[in-house]
């Protein structure tokens, strides 16, 4: 069988990494498509997991449209697909990517099989676009492949057929596992960590911040900053900040957090680099998916900065907190992590145990 992955963007790639492994152990022949939706930090993720891609269409572009990014997807990935033309099409999750690909394989027969289907929130315009393309793929593709019993649930109540699911757990645990198996090795050396070491005071909580999302722009996003401000304000807390290269969220953040006493500013750092400082974080506060599955493995808090999440289980389970954007509600849910958290009693990761690129490749086989 010849399998054709898809993805365009960081977060898709650490999650298909493992899955590329596993399919091209088993004998399946495997090609790489991106669409570079992101491009250096997709890369970043490339190397370290050892992926060379077969087809790079490099799309990305400053300050880039949705609609602009879309059109170029559905021109571009034709010709991909004529030249491979492959048994069956692999997108993952949410992104323009996913959506516009299993669009453009639909319209010319080709099966589609889509991993980390059926999360959902039913908000449209949260989170935006990706809600809006996580249904629109559903309705798409042939094979759908859960992370939860949630998820499976969604989708049988959106009347996909039992037979067309497989729930495997999330591909993004056996990306986190394998990647901390391999930095906590005496022989790896990373010179990120190595700098971060000697630069980040260890005998403080460290507060693990990212933020990114296209909703919480502007008002959402200074009212964190403003929250993080007064956080740092205590003697016994670091924050550290890895911030996303879009305009948009720089700006905001270093204008308001730049030099501040106990706020480190960073840019991107390399998944691997990531993983190691989500290792030494006390908490989490993040608008990420991917981050509210991987803290539960690590035994982490992790605070949403989200009003509603696709990822209820997290939630459910006691591992995230939906905070929203409220500055005086992410303050205090803070304040009360650091002074109360004495860690999990029974971390089990409600995502996964580190199997799901193994369920989905022996489906396939059979």
């Known amino acids: 069988m010849k399998i054709l992955l898809c993805f365009g963007t960081r977060p898709e790639a650490i999650k298909m990494a493992p899955l590329y492994h596993e399919l091209k152990n088993n004998n399946f022949e495997v090609i790489v498509c991106v669409t570079a939706q992101h491009r250096e930090m997709l890369d970043q993720v490339l190397d370290f997991f050892d992926i060379k891609p077969d087809y790079d269409l490099d799309l990305m572009q400053s300050n880039q449209s949705l609609n602009s990014l879309s059109s170029l997807i559905l021109a571009k990935i034709d010709s991909v697909f004529r030249e491979t033309n492959p048994d069956l099409v692999l997108v993952h999750g949410d992104t323009t990517t996913s959506s516009m690909v299993a669009l453009a394989a639909f319209h010319l027969g080709i099966k589609v099989g889509h991993i980390e289907a059926g999360l959902r929130t039913y908000n449209k315009k949260a989170p935006f676009p990706e809600e809006i393309n996580r249904q629109l793929t559903s309705r798409i593709v042939d094979l759908h492949f859960t992370p939860t019993t949630e998820a499976t ?157 696709e990822r209820p289980e997290g939630v459910t389970a006691g591992f995230s907190t939906l905070v929203g954007t409220d500055k005086n509600k992410i303050i205090s849910t803070i304040q009360t992590i650091l002074d109360n958290f004495q860690g999990f009693k029974e971390p089990q990761n409600p995502y996964g145990n580190g199997d799901a690129s193994r369920k989905i490749a022996r489906f396939l086989k059979q």
């Not at 948009?248 to 680099?273: A, D, F, R």
């Open 153 to 309: 649930q969604n989708l049988l109540n959106e009347n996909i057929l039992q037979k067309d699911i497989l729930q495997t757990g999330n591909t993004v645990i056996d990306a986190l596992l394998w990647t901390v198996d391999k930095i906590g090795k005496s022989d790896y050396i990373h010179p990120e960590i190595e700098k971060l070491k000697k630069e980040i005071s260890r005998d403080k909580k460290i507060v693990l911040v990212t933020g990114h999302r296209r909703e919480n722009f502007e008002s959402g996003l200074k009212n964190l900053c403003e929250a993080l401000l007064e956080i740092s304000e205590r003697k016994d807390v670091i924050v550290i900040y890895p911030v996303h290269l879009n305009p948009n969220v720089k700006k905001t953040v270093y204008e308001l957090l730049s030099g501040k006493e106990n706020i480190y500013l960073i840019p991107p750092v390399s998944y691997p680099v990531f993983v190691w400082l989500m290792q030494q974080s006390f908490l989490i506060v993040t608008d990420s998916g991917g981050i509210q599955e991987e803290a539960p493995s690590l035994g982490k808090p992790v605070l949403v900065t989200r009003d509603v999440s």
